[in-house]
């Protein structure tokens, strides 16, 4: 049965013909949708309603509210991102302190709620939270299970919130997903704003974002752009694949690259992702049984997908303890797969 929390098929596929240049659609991909159908179908999948400022297909969508209203609310909220990438590029600039953005999304018209940066050095993560501190942010305690030098902050600036969250390792909880440092030596630069930041590498942004989605249980259209954005003729496949294999993550990958496969085939003239990747994925058992739940779930395709708990839980915990023991510390292996059940008490409390 279909994911009831998703959007109709015509309020998606006019979502992604907005949002993803690369979509091959038939010019009618509107008719029969609402205002509120089309803001449900962007706020869902993480991307902004200003994306109709371009687009003719929907001009008198457009104007009708709350749309409108949605569209407004979006473009302030895009440009106040790039206010908080800015105000804390300043915060950090010339400190020597070594980071990366570690999750940020490349599609645009992607909604990003806060600022989440890696730092590994613990003395950096000190001296990076007491400057935070002193320029009146506000520390927060962290959740159950976090590592001790998660660090989460925030500062109201006009009413507005400014949350900058300190990733000790790259961990979602304490999940690691890969080894912190190496993520920091391979990163790389991207344009934002007008500003140069430092984010992961290709491999490892696709990586760090399929992981963190399936730790939500839910995988939106901008995380999918995002996987697309990430790919190119140079992206190291067998990388991205021989990590999910050594962090136990390989349910994860699975459902990522099967979605983008799904996708491509759906609504894009070519596919990157290579027939060899989906199949060695499929190998786990939380794959196997994704992929049985996604035959079913994604007829017809339509994102945000929201990933049963029995699988993304449950069987994930297996298949990561199976994984991690022999190749991690026990204190990761542990953390990791209690991280499973943490999660899970969170959605159903």
């Not at 869902?44 to 209203?69: F, G, M, R, Y």
């Not at 999910?244 to 609504?267: I, P």
Request: proline share 5%; hydrophobic share 40%.
């Amino acid at each position: 049965m279909a994911d009831p929390t998703s959007v109709s098929q015509g309020a998606f596929r006019s979502v992604l013909s907005l949002t993803d240049s690369a979509a091959t659609l038939d010019p009618h991909v509107a008719d029969g949708v609402t205002a509120e159908g089309l803001d449900r179908g962007f706020r869902k999948n993480k991307l902004a309603t200003s994306a109709l400022a371009d687009a003719d297909v929907t001009t008198s969508l457009a104007n009708q509210e709350p749309l409108a209203e949605s569209m407004s609310a979006h473009a302030r909220q895009l440009e106040i991102h790039e206010d908080r990438i800015g105000v804390v590029e300043d915060l950090l600039d010339g400190e020597g302190w070594e980071y990366l953005h570690i999750k940020k999304l490349r599609n645009p018209y992607s909604v990003m709620a806060d600022i989440d940066l890696l730092v590994t050095d613990a003395d950096d993560v000190v001296e990076m939270s007491e400057k935070l501190v002193a320029e009146e942010f506000t520390l927060k305690q962290s959740r159950l299970l976090c590592h001790p030098l998660k660090v989460n902050a925030h500062k109201y600036v006009d009413g507005q919130n400014n949350p900058v969250d300190i990733y000790p390792d790259a961990i979602w909880v304490r999940k690691k997903v890969c080894e912190g440092q190496a993520v920091l030596d391979r990163g790389e630069t991207t344009e934002f704003g007008g500003r140069t930041v430092p984010v992961p590498d290709p491999e490892d942004s696709f990586h760090l974002v399929a992981t963190h989605a399936y730790a939500h249980m839910r995988l939106t259209l901008a995380e999918v752009l995002h996987g697309f954005e990430m790919v190119d003729a140079d992206f190291d496949w067998e990388r991205v694949v021989g990590m999910a294999r050594t962090y136990g993550s390989m349910d994860s990958v699975y459902l990522f690259v099967r979605a983008m496969d799904a996708y491509a085939e759906a609504y894009r003239a070519e596919n990157p992702v290579p027939e060899w990747v989906l199949s060695d994925l499929r190998a786990s058992r939380p794959s196997k049984k994704l992929e049985a739940w996604f035959e079913t779930a994604a007829d017809p395709f339509v994102l945000p997908l929201q990933v049963p708990r029995r699988i993304a839980c449950v069987s994930s915990s297996g298949h990561y303890l199976r994984r991690s023991l022999g190749s991690m510390s026990p204190a990761d292996t542990l953390y990791g797969t209690l991280t499973h059940y943490v999660i899970l008490a969170n959605q159903v409390i």
